[in-house]
């Protein structure tokens, strides 16, 4: 019996002498793979919004936002479903809080800088100003852009982390004072992060 243990000891022991071998061996494949970097895109970070529609509405949507990991223009993405057809309105709103039916408790339009409301192509335009998005007779609406005036970064003046998106009952007309003129709000999503 003791000679028995001793050679379960060995056999043991070989074996784990072999995975760790295993595991070195392994070990510079990661290396390697990641060795074509700077030909690949540049880390990215992540937000998402997930729109609710308001007591009754059908609406839903979701709104990503995609930065470089080292900073520049955000790319957002809208996507919508079951929506009423037509042009509607779609911002980022100061505060992230959905809670009220009316949406209200989102207030007024992201605007750190103090400027007037304008279209997204605007030079002078609030950073929530994402313009209109199209929803067609399916229901179907997206919407695809950068910006310059947002950032996901925390705790910058343009920060969009906790905020809200906001789609709209009506069209935007990009240049009534403050809001574009775009009614009610039909759905709501607080940005989070999706890193
Ligand atoms: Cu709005
Ligand atoms: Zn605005």
């Known amino acids: 019996m003791r000679h028995l243990g001793l050679g379960l000891v060995l056999i043991l022991g070989t074996s784990a002498l072999v ?6 061996a392994a ?3 990661p290396d390697a793979a990641s060795a074509p970097a700077p030909d690949l895109a540049p880390p990215m970070v992540s937000a998402v919004a997930n729109l609710q529609a308001g007591e009754g509405g059908t609406v839903s949507g979701r ?4 930065q470089p990991s080292e900073g520049g223009p955000v790319t957002v993405v809208a996507s919508i479903l079951g929506g009423p057809p037509g042009s509607h309105g779609l911002h980022i709103h100061e505060v992230g809080d959905c809670s009220a039916a009316d949406f209200t408790s989102s207030g007024g339009h992201f605007n750190p800088a103090g400027v007037p409301h304008g279209g997204p192509m605007d030079a002078e ?7 209109n998005i199209e929803i067609n007779e399916d229901g179907m609406g997206s919407l695809s852009l950068t910006s310059d005036l947002i950032t996901l970064a925390a705790g910058q003046p343009t920060s969009i982390g906790g905020r809200a998106v906001i789609l709209h009952e009506g069209a935007d007309d990009l240049e009534s004072q403050p809001t574009g003129a775009a009614g009610g709000r039909i759905a709501c999503g607080v940005i989070a992060s999706a890193s």
């Open 63 to 66: 709104v990503t936002f995609d």
């Open 125 to 131: 335009r609030h950073s929530g100003d994402l313009g």
């Open 19 to 24: 995975g760790c071998g295993g595991q070195e």
């Open 27 to 29: 070990a510079p494949a």
